[in-house]
Structure formats: C-alpha cells, structure tokens
C-alpha cells in the first residue's frame, strides 16, 4: 500500500477508526524517515456534531505532532449537510454526504500535495457496502473497489485502507486500551441510512454464524480478481462544471449539487442536533 517516501493525506473524522489509523501510521513513520504524513479533515456542516469531532481531531493531531488541514463543504461547495436536509432531494443525508465528502478528500490532498489518501474503512464498512452495492443492482462497483483504489491513468491520487481486514469491534478496543479520546455520539442523520439496516443484520449473522463477515469479504475480493482482468476501465473526460475525471457529462458530486439546487426548502426543518 505505501513507499518509503509517500506523503500520506489521513482522513481524520474525530472517529475510533480514524484516529486509530492516524495513531497506527505515525508510528510506522518514523522508521521511514522521507514519508510524511498530513491530517485531512472535513467539516460537513452538522449543528453540534462535527464540531466536536473536529475539536477531539485538532487535539489528536497535536498530541502526535502531525500537521492538520480542514476543508468544509461550504468553502467547496456553498453547502452544507445541514442545508442540503431542509430540502426535498428524494435522496438520504448520507447519499449526499458521502460523494461529496469523496471530493473533498481528494481536492484536499490534491492541494497539500499528497501522493496517497489513507482511509480508516474497516472490515464492517467493508461488507456492508458489498450489500449495499448488490442490493443498489450495481454489483460491477464491487469490482472497482478493494483495499487499494489505484488509477493507472494518474487521474486520480491512490486510496489505500489499511484496516480493510480489521473488525469494528477490535478496532474499539485499541482505541480504549490506547486512550484515544474519540467521538462517541453518533451523526444526527445517520439513522436514516440503509447501512444502518445492514449493519444490524451482518452483526447478527456474525454473532450466529461467526466468520460472516471475513467469508463475504473474501468473496468479494474473488469476485475482484476473477473479473478485473475483463472489465474495461471507464473512459474519462473532464466534468463540465468542476474539472475533475468522470465518465459523465458532470461528476457525481456536480449532479447532486445540481440537483439540490434546483429543490425547494422543506415545510417542516429537522431540529438541529444538540
């Protein structure tokens, strides 16, 4: 996953996962004395949650000595989470939340010259998002993913998950045993998500039938290598609106933009997470 000299841009929530990670690389660092490693941190617009997910992180990056850049979505995008859930969209908070905080990961360490992105997914994410992907009718997007997202076009920086085969539960433990501070409070609109629905019956099936979870990853990465070989990569071109690669006329995160713009505000306003 990682050269001598890479330049690492860690996504850094304020999360078990993230912070866990962020610990783990540090110390790797330092017997690689040319790497560098830089916090990248995003700040979606939640009321009364991100802040103190980005406060635990600020304190985290301290503590470690590592340098921290914070990007938000209304520098980028002129939007936050929290306005884009006072509108009608037809789509979950995570929907969006997730395709546009990929953009602003990779527009992130595209600006601190970073030569990989390190993202703190772990087994349980991993899994999940294979159902998710299959239950979405979109199977040929688990043919794209993997522990290692590498363009050989160079269009896009490298993402590596190191904790790709590591369990949610033990990654709770290190956290505790370790005594990393972390975000304990769950994001206001996650409930909404049919992850979180996922998540409960994997959880379930692993504590009837322990192994679930490392037997789906493993078929997924089966699936991966028996496919990789037939499937054509995707011919880019640069999107209308922002520039980035996409095989579309507008990248992802421009057609959500677009799309929210264009919805009215709700009658009624989720209360703000306190």
Do not use: W
Request: net charge neutral; charged share 25%; glycine share 6%.
């Amino acid at each position: 996953m990682l050269a001598h000299d890479d330049h690492i841009a860690v996504a850094v929530s304020g999360g078990k996962d993230s912070l866990t990670l962020l610990t783990l690389l540090v110390k790797m660092e330092q017997r690689f004395p040319y790497s560098k490693i830089t916090a990248v941190s995003v700040d979606e617009g939640i009321q009364g949650y991100r802040d103190e997910a980005l406060r635990i992180a600020a304190e985290t990056c301290r503590k470690l000595h590592v340098n921290q850049y914070v990007v938000s979505y209304k520098e980028l995008f002129q939007a936050t989470t929290d306005m884009i859930v006072k509108r009608h969209s037809g789509k979950t908070p995570c929907s969006y939340c997730g395709v546009l905080r990929r953009k602003a990961i990779n527009r992130a360490a595209t600006t601190i010259g970073a030569t990989k992105i390190a993202t703190a997914h772990n087994l349980d994410d991993e899994v999940q998002t294979v159902l998710l992907n299959m239950l979405h009718g979109d199977p040929m997007r688990i043919i794209r993913s993997g522990p290692v997202l590498q363009d050989g076009r160079s269009r896009f920086i490298t993402r590596i998950k190191p904790l790709y085969e590591i369990p949610e539960k033990e990654i709770v433990l290190y956290a505790y045993l370790g005594g990393l501070e972390f975000q304990t409070v769950p994001c206001p609109h996650g409930n909404e998500a049919l992850r979180n629905d996922i998540r409960t019956f994997l959880n379930q099936m692993e504590q009837k039938h322990a192994g679930t979870k490392f037997t789906l990853q493993k078929t997924a990465q089966k699936l991966r290598e028996q496919l990789s070989t037939t499937i054509q990569p995707l011919q880019l071109r640069d999107c209308e609106e922002c520039g980035d690669p996409t095989p579309h006329r507008l990248c992802e995160a421009c057609i959500m933009l677009e799309a929210i713009s264009q919805q009215p505000l709700a009658d009624t306003v989720t209360a703000a997470f306190i």
